[in-house]
């Protein structure tokens, strides 16, 4: 045993800084891979906000195509909140792949169901309107945040604000992602 302490012993003495160098090293890497986890994290929300966003649209479009024709004949618009919101969820449901109670099937690229935190009609007495909505994610927890919308309205509109969670890698929560989407019930020329 004293002849392999002394080999180790020689070894160290001669490396000049070695030990150091190797723990640097492994430091670096350790870093390196800090970074790495933080930008895929940071790539993987970007990807699922730009592949829901598109999918939302589609759905507050739809909602925004139920409104009464009797009553836009006399021309006022009145949306139809009960079919607007039926078409609203059929049309997500279809686009996210979510079940009748709006949880992902498999296949989905979505991990939870998404919330739904606004759905309904914005009117306001002159236009262009500036629409701003606080929405409070996590309500009473320790992950409590307050994300603000704000969108500029030229008419009267559908508006959806919709929550969907992106897993994060290295991390027990997810993280929200808050999708605003608006829909004019009529064209604007």
Aim: no cysteine.
């Amino acid at each position: 045993m004293s002849k392999l302490r002394k080999v180790i012993a020689s070894g160290l003495e001669d490396s000049h800084g070695g030990a150091h160098v190797y723990i640097f090293g492994l430091l670096a890497i350790g870093g390196i891979l800090i970074i790495f986890i933080i930008s895929l994290n940071i790539a993987l929300e970007y990807t699922n906000k730009n592949h829901s966003k598109p999918l939302v649209d589609i759905a507050t479009h739809a909602a925004a195509l139920d409104f009464d024709l009797n009553e836009a004949a006399q021309g006022r618009i009145t949306w139809d909140p009960v079919k607007g919101t039926a078409s609203f969820y059929s049309y997500l449901r279809k686009n996210l792949s979510l079940d009748s109670n709006n949880y992902p099937l498999p296949g989905s690229y979505l991990t939870a169901a998404p919330i739904v935190h606004y759905l309904g009609l914005v009117s306001n007495s002159s236009y262009p309107f500036i629409y701003s909505k606080n929405v409070t994610l996590h309500p009473s927890s320790t992950q409590q945040v307050v994300r603000k919308i704000q969108a500029t309205l030229y008419g009267p509109s559908v508006v959806a604000i919709v929550e969907v969670q992106q897993k994060m890698n290295g991390q027990a929560t997810g993280e929200p992602i808050v999708i605003s989407s608006i829909s004019s019930i009529r064209n604007r020329f």
